[in-house]
């Protein structure tokens, strides 16, 4: 007995995903990327910040009066390093010295670095030291804030 009776292939049917991605999932996806990206941006534009506010008050300070001038650049530093270096706060003399140096690539010489010491403690008109030797205290703050901020 012939039957007329047709067999076909048994087909599985397709696979599921295993994350089938529906749109309340791309909503939390989306929103997980942009609170990161915003995140991200408000700790970048508040680091740069801090950096373009010392900045900016270092070039505001005339090294004509080098005493005066160091005097506001070691106040500027004290206060950067209470706010990022907390045990650098109580350091004084040549420990300070050492700190600042150890914190940056930049070279300070022997005379800028005594004026950086002595000068909160000197007679603002004193001519010991030059313009020039608070031009180079000025550049080594610069070079410091730019690395350490």
Not at 76 to 102: H, M, P, Q, T
Not at 111 to 121: D, I
């Amino acid at each position: 007995m012939k039957s007329n009776i047709e067999f076909r292939d048994i087909h599985l049917p397709q696979g599921v995903d295993i994350f089938p991605l529906g749109y309340g999932w791309y909503f939390l996806i989306t929103s997980i990327v942009f609170v990161y990206v915003i995140y991200k941006l408000v700790i970048w534009i508040l680091k740069t910040s801090k950096k373009h506010y010392a900045l900016g008050n270092l070039k505001n300070i005339d090294v004509n009066l080098p005493i005066v001038a160091v005097v506001q650049m070691s106040e500027l530093l004290r206060r950067i390093c209470n706010v990022k270096y907390k045990e650098a706060s109580v350091l004084f003399g040549e420990d300070w010295l050492d700190f600042l140096r150890k914190h940056t690539k930049c070279k300070l010489s022997d005379n800028a670095g005594k004026l950086l010491l002595f000068a909160p403690f000197m007679d603002k008109n004193s001519k010991e030291y030059t313009s020039t030797d608070a031009l180079e205290v000025k550049k080594f703050c610069k070079e410091w804030i730019g690395e350490n901020l």
